[in-house]
Each structure stands twice: as structure tokens, then as C-alpha cells.
Nanobody, 114 residues
């Protein structure tokens, strides 16, 4: 499975960004799809997850500001980020479970600054 993220960039506080992750390869094996983020000097931490049954889970830090969604074909997982804050600045990674394996995208930088 290959994952390619897009949609990162620079945005002002209070603004919005939409991240997309395009999956290719053995799509039938994909079940959970997630977004993680990594702050400088820190480990990656989960931001949002959507299961194969479309059950969603969010980190407390993003509350109802972020929305994760996936298409039925498992080709795309999207993270809509609203009311962004400077503390949301990080590299965001797409992550999927496929069978017993884990796959990561290369990451996309999100910077929230005036």
C-alpha cells in the first residue's frame, strides 16, 4: 500500500485546511485509516481515526475542530481542519492498517501562523 498526502501549507490562526491522503495498492486489505501528527522533537501522535465501519475517534486536543472521512473504495482519507491554532503546527502523516501491516505516508507540513 502506498500513501500520498496533500493539502498542507501555511494558514492564519482561525483558518482552515483540508488534508487528503490517496491510497493505492492492495486497497482491499485496508481497514483503519488515520491521521497522525508530529511536533519537533516529539513522537507521532494520533489525531483522528476512522474504522472500516466508519467509527471515528479524535484526540482530545482537536475536539470538534477536525473531521476525518473516508471514501467507500478506501482510496482516500481526508482531514478537514477548522479553527486552526498555532499549536496545531506539525507534520501530518497518513496512516493505515492493511491486514497485519502498517503503512505511513511521507507527511505534509501544516503551519499555523499570523
Amino acid at each position: 500500500v502506498e500513501l500520498v498526502e496533500s493539502g498542507g501549507g501555511l494558514v492564519q490562526p482561525g483558518g482552515s485546511l483540508r488534508l487528503s491522503c490517496a491510497a493505492s495498492g492492495d486497497l482491499a486489505s485496508i481497514h483503519d485509516m488515520s491521521w497522525y501528527r508530529q511536533f519537533p522533537g516529539k513522537h507521532r501522535a494520533m489525531v483522528a481515526r476512522v474504522s472500516e465501519a466508519n467509527t471515528v475517534h479524535y484526540a482530545d486536543s482537536v475536539g470538534d475542530r477536525f473531521t476525518i472521512s473516508r471514501d467507500d473504495n478506501k482510496t482516500t482519507v481526508t482531514l478537514q481542519m477548522d479553527n486552526l491554532r498555532p499549536e496545531d503546527t506539525a507534520v501530518y502523516y497518513c496512516h493505515v492498517f492493511a491486514g497485519v501491516d502498517v503503512y505511513w505516508g511521507r507527511g505534509t507540513q501544516v503551519t499555523v501562523a499570523s
